[in-house]
């Protein structure tokens, strides 16, 4: 059983950033991705990252510029360093982890708000 556990949500003002983090149970290097997607209000799950084990990272539109994902095999983690928030990034932001079926973390709230 994969379990993915999201810290690092929290209120933050507009400009400001935040980094959230996916703690993994067991080794992350069997997944052949890994990624953050969020949820706003109202609106359905859209991807923000991904990070996959062969190939170059993607982001969405968004998120280009930044926020910057990046994993460390050691420790069973995969990051989300988020600059230059703005309100419109309020959202539940989720981890996920692909190997031959997906996984979700049960999601960490971050508010852009002044």
């Known amino acids: 059983q994969v379990q993915l556990v999201e810290s690092g949500g929290g209120l933050v003002q507009p400009g400001g950033s935040l980094r959230l983090s996916c703690a993994a149970s067991?080794?992350?290097?069997?997944?052949?991705?890994m990624g953050w997607y969020r949820q706003a209000p109202g609106k359905q799950r859209e991807l923000s990252a991904t990070?996959?084990?062969?190939?170059?990272?993607n982001y969405a539109d968004s998120a280009k510029g930044r926020f910057t994902i990046f994993r460390d095999i050691a420790k069973s983690t995969v990051s989300l360093q988020m600059n230059n928030l703005r309100p419109e990034d309020t959202a539940v932001y989720y981890c996920?982890?692909?190997?031959?079926?997906?996984?979700w973390g049960q999601g960490t709230l971050v508010t852009v708000s002044s």
């Open positions: 996920n982890a692909v190997r031959t079926e997906q996984y």
């Open positions: 067991g080794s992350i290097a069997s997944f052949a991705s």
């Open positions: 990070v996959p084990v062969v190939g170059r990272t």
